[in-house]
Nanobody, 123 residues
Framework: QVQLVESGGGLVQAGGSLRLFCAAS????????MGWFRQAPGKEREFVAA????????YDADSVKGRFTISRDNAKNTVYLRMNGLKPEDTAVYYC????????????????WGQGTQVTVSS
């Protein structure tokens, strides 16, 4: 069982940066692949980035490639999403998710979800 709590969201101007945090509980955190997803009003939940349990492999959506970086610190039970060059279209609620096994880019593959953190980018 894994419980996830996101933080770090806020209001930022276009071109700015934010760093999101996802704190996980549970002794087996290091065995879980982690993902970040986002959902804008009226839209479906969208994949952003994923990272393997070891942190040695990551996968980013084309829409954020080169701007966002996912990382993790298993000693701190934390996953991060560094977001640079933010655009108004990045505005959404950002969720972190966990699954046992390989990383995936589809939401239904993930078993555990946080409550989300709002990111708003003004133009």
């Amino acid at each position: 069982q894994v419980q996830l709590v996101e933080s770090g969201g806020g209001l930022v101007q276009a071109g700015g940066s934010l760093r999101l945090f996802c704190a996980a509980s549970g002794r087996t955190f290091s065995s879980y692949a982690m993902g970040w997803f986002r959902q804008a009003p009226g839209k479906e939940r969208e994949f952003v980035a994923a990272i393997r349990w070891s942190g040695g492999s990551t996968y980013d959506a084309d829409s954020v490639k080169g701007r966002f970086t996912i990382s993790r610190d298993n000693a701190k039970n934390t996953v991060y999403l560094r977001m640079n060059g933010l655009k108004p279209e990045d505005t959404a609620v950002y969720y972190c998710a966990a699954r046992s096994g390989s990383m995936y880019y589809t939401a239904h593959e993930y078993n555990y979800w946080g409550q989300g953190t709002q990111v708003t980018v003004s133009s």
